[in-house]
């Protein structure tokens, strides 16, 4: 199949393909309200296929066939843990693996809907093994695998003893539904705020120039960190010692944070299945910062960067002021 010629539109310099723009953030923090989008927003990411829905799916089949029960959990022993990695392990492998093998070796989808034009780099110096998927992948397996199946272990072995606290469905089935509708948004408001500290001189030097050995992205590179900045992305699981969660709250909190890291890194706007846009992938808005550096710190669930002047909604405007900034700046 050839690929399609992309649209004509008023675009940014540089990229192969800019999906519709201005790029926005979440509607829930704009005012006046608009319903009629809101509705949109919630129905596109919990309504048909969307990655939330994929990852509670993934979540509801690990808890009731991959996972320890609590009273296993509550003692700490190889075997269990062991077990957790293990499928972790597969998860990553299937999920990011698999994506890789499917845009970047198969190349099943042509260049169509690619935003960089750039094949993903073989050689580089700045790379610890040489070439760019093989130093991702390291760092993702090793220690990214390694933090989400801590964490994960941490949280489980602390509810199974009664040192986090459980929620229980039939006792609150509201709120146990409100959990993962508000898990992104957690997640969201967690993520801008520590990655504007890793952009801090010192931390960045130290962890998060690692993962911005990446300026254009695939698959592996979502979880391409620094042991120091996998401590620090996946704490946010750490608020469930304060906010009750069942164990299938944390399985989803934490393969969220894990999954989603490989997907929104794709390089490719959607999969595409007999030319129809199937399922939202790689997002924009984040690897502009990857190319940009200085914007679009957080994600689109909460508007951090609008609130402080870094948001860059893609259009050719945003980056004339992205462009004055650093004028001002020299």
Same mark, same amino acid.
């Given at each position: 199949?050839?690929?399609?010629?992309?649209?004509?539109?008023?675009?940014?310099?540089?990229?192969? +393909?800019?999906p519709?723009? =201005?790029?926005?953030a979440?509607?829930?923090?704009?005012?006046?309200?608009?319903p009629k989008?809101?509705?949109?927003?919630v129905?596109?990411?919990?309504?048909?296929?969307a990655e939330?829905?994929?990852?509670?799916g993934?979540?509801?089949?690990?808890?009731?066939?991959?996972?320890?029960?609590? %009273?296993t959990a509550?003692?700490?022993?190889?075997?269990?843990?062991?077990?957790?990695w293990l499928?972790?392990?597969v998860?990553?492998?299937?999920?990011?693996?698999?994506?890789?093998?499917f845009?970047?070796?198969?190349?099943?989808?042509?260049?169509?809907l690619?935003y960089?034009k750039?094949?993903l780099?073989?050689?580089?110096?700045?790379f610890?093994?040489g070439?760019?998927?093989?130093?991702?992948?390291?760092?993702?397996l090793t220690?990214?695998?390694?933090?989400?199946?801590?964490?994960?272990?941490?949280?489980l072995?602390?509810?199974?003893?009664?040192w986090a606290? /459980?929620?229980?469905f039939?006792?609150?089935?509201?709120?146990?539904?409100?959990?993962?509708l508000?898990?992104?948004?957690w997640?969201?408001f +967690?993520?801008?705020?520590?990655?504007?500290?890793?952009h801090w001189?010192?931390?960045?030097r130290l962890?998060?120039?690692?993962h +911005?050995?990446?300026?254009? /992205?695939?698959p592996?590179?979502?979880?391409?960190m620094?042991?120091?900045e996998?401590?620090?992305?996946?704490?946010s699981?750490?608020?469930?010692?304060?906010?009750?969660a069942h =164990?299938? +709250?944390?399985?989803?909190?934490?393969?969220?944070?894990?999954l989603?890291?490989?997907?929104?890194?794709?390089?490719f706007?959607?999969?595409?299945?007999?030319?129809r846009?199937?399922?939202?992938?790689?997002?924009?808005?984040?690897q502009?910062?990857?190319?940009?550096?200085e914007?679009?710190y957080?994600?689109l669930?909460?508007?951090?960067?609008?609130w402080?002047?870094?948001?860059h909604?893609?259009? =050719? %405007?945003?980056?004339e002021?992205?462009?004055e900034?650093?004028?001002r700046?020299?």
């Amino acid at each position: 199949m050839q690929d399609s010629p992309e649209p004509t539109v008023p675009t940014l310099p540089g990229w192969h +393909h800019v999906p519709q723009v =201005p790029i926005k953030a979440s509607p829930f923090f704009s005012w006046p309200p608009d319903p009629k989008r809101m509705v949109s927003w919630v129905a596109t990411r919990w309504l048909g296929i969307a990655e939330n829905v994929v990852i509670l799916g993934i979540a509801l089949i690990c808890w009731t066939w991959l996972s320890p029960s609590l %009273e296993t959990a509550a003692t700490l022993s190889p075997g269990w843990i062991i077990g957790i990695w293990l499928r972790n392990m597969v998860l990553m492998l299937m999920v990011a693996g698999g994506l890789h093998w499917f845009f970047y070796k198969r190349k099943g989808q042509g260049m169509r809907l690619k935003y960089d034009k750039r094949d993903l780099m073989l050689k580089g110096r700045q790379f610890s093994f040489g070439g760019q998927v093989r130093d991702n992948m390291f760092w993702s397996l090793t220690s990214g695998v390694g933090f989400w199946t801590a964490y994960e272990v941490l949280l489980l072995w602390a509810i199974g003893n009664g040192w986090a606290p /459980v929620l229980d469905f039939a006792a609150h089935p509201v709120w146990f539904i409100a959990i993962f509708l508000l898990t992104p948004v957690w997640i969201s408001f +967690h993520f801008y705020w520590v990655h504007r500290a890793l952009h801090w001189g010192p931390l960045y030097r130290l962890a998060h120039a690692l993962h +911005h050995r990446n300026v254009n /992205v695939g698959p592996w590179s979502g979880l391409s960190m620094h042991p120091v900045e996998h401590l620090i992305f996946f704490s946010s699981i750490l608020i469930h010692f304060l906010v009750p969660a069942h =164990p299938l +709250h944390i399985l989803f909190h934490m393969q969220h944070q894990s999954l989603t890291a490989a997907t929104s890194h794709t390089g490719f706007e959607n999969l595409l299945v007999r030319d129809r846009k199937q399922l939202a992938l790689g997002t924009f808005h984040h690897q502009m910062h990857h190319r940009y550096f200085e914007v679009n710190y957080g994600n689109l669930e909460m508007p951090w960067d609008k609130w402080f002047g870094s948001f860059h909604d893609g259009t =050719p %405007e945003a980056h004339e002021r992205l462009k004055e900034r650093r004028q001002r700046r020299s």
